[in-house]
């Protein structure tokens, strides 16, 4: 047992950092030429490959600060919305619109810990409202004011 305790502790650290630095330099290695991987490469390769995607991240983040606002849609009319339009708004809300809808009309937002997808979040409100037109219509222009007139008329729901 002694022997055994005595290989433990001097020898297998050792042979591990052998083990360990031989593994790392064989990751290392470049098999087309005898130097590393950093030697062989300009020195400003990784500015060439940087500079791009820089300036790609700058466009996509700096361009909503000049771009000129969406224009929110609004109706031509104080008419009601009709049912194909309801479903129409439901089908391009986003997700940030959608959430102030999940909690009035009782749909879940997660499950298990899991944030649920948006196509799923919008089914379930076209299922609400189905179920209960008014309940939706009134939580839209509550917690959504913009996306639809403020009209306290009762919803043209489409035959068929």
Not at 93 to 106: A, I
Request: charged share 25%; proline share 11%.
């Amino acid at each position: 047992m002694d022997l055994i305790a005595t290989i433990n502790s001097i020898l297998f650290p050792p042979l591990l950092f052998v083990v360990l630095i031989s593994f790392v330099s064989a990751l290392i290695y470049d098999e087309g030429s005898s130097k590393a991987p950093e030697q062989s490469r300009p020195k400003n390769a990784t500015a060439k490959i940087i500079q791009p995607i820089e300036r790609e991240l700058r466009e996509v983040l700096w361009s909503d600060l000049w771009a000129e606002p969406e224009a929110v849609p609004t109706p031509e009319s104080t008419l009601p919305p009709t049912e194909a339009q309801v479903l129409q708004l439901i089908s391009c809300l986003s997700k940030r619109e959608s959430r102030p809808l999940c909690k009035p009309l009782g749909i879940q937002q997660k499950r298990n810990g899991t944030e649920l997808s948006l196509e799923f979040i919008r089914g379930a409100i076209k299922r609400k409202f189905n179920e209960n037109p008014a309940l939706v219509i009134a939580t839209i222009r509550e917690k959504l004011p913009h996306l639809l007139p403020s009209s306290p008329e009762p919803l043209e729901v489409a035959a068929g």
